[in-house]
């Protein structure tokens, strides 16, 4: 799969590592930062960067935001993520959040699975990220009766290859 992480920090970094390690899944990063994806680049855990008009050219796109940022950029771009792609997130607010976005998303051919990994440190940032965080974790996936079955295997199946 082509996979783009959307927020470099901890987690977002973390998820780079781990899938440019542990899988052959082709791993690209989203930041605000242009320092931040030049440190990925440079460390070989994303293949490059991606911007907004990217969204329609990978298979996943998992976003790594505080829970409002995240929302609002999964609504906000809705439309533009590749149909029948999936859309993941890492945040720890689900219910809501998790039943709109389900529906939004199906309602725009894409497939939303919500997730939260249950790992982390005391620090944050891209320069604290570790492809072995998540080893030995626990990981949840916020399905519903309107998840595509599909794609949440395809989700489990990742975080599994990362370690969770």
Do not use: W
């Amino acid at each position: 799969m082509k996979i783009l992480v959307v927020g470099l920090g901890l987690i977002g970094g973390s998820y780079c590592k781990a899938i440019s390690v542990y899988t052959d899944n082709e791993v690209y990063g989203m930041d605000t930062d242009r320092l931040v994806l030049e440190k990925a680049i440079e460390c070989g855990c994303i293949k490059g960067s991606a911007d907004i008009s990217d969204l329609d050219s990978f298979d996943m796109t998992i976003v790594c935001l505080h829970p409002l940022p995240a929302e609002r950029f999964m609504k906000e771009n809705i439309g533009r993520f590749k149909k029948g792609s999936i859309l993941s997130d890492v945040c720890g607010i689900k219910g809501r959040m998790s039943n709109e976005l389900t529906k939004l998303a199906k309602d725009n051919g894409v497939n939303y699975i919500g997730t939260h990994p249950m790992a982390g440190k005391e620090h944050f940032g891209f320069d604290f990220s570790d492809g072995t965080l998540f080893i030995g974790a626990n990981f949840i996936a916020a399905a519903n009766d309107d998840t595509d079955k599909q794609s949440l295997l395809t989700v489990e199946k990742l975080a599994k290859k990362n370690g969770l």
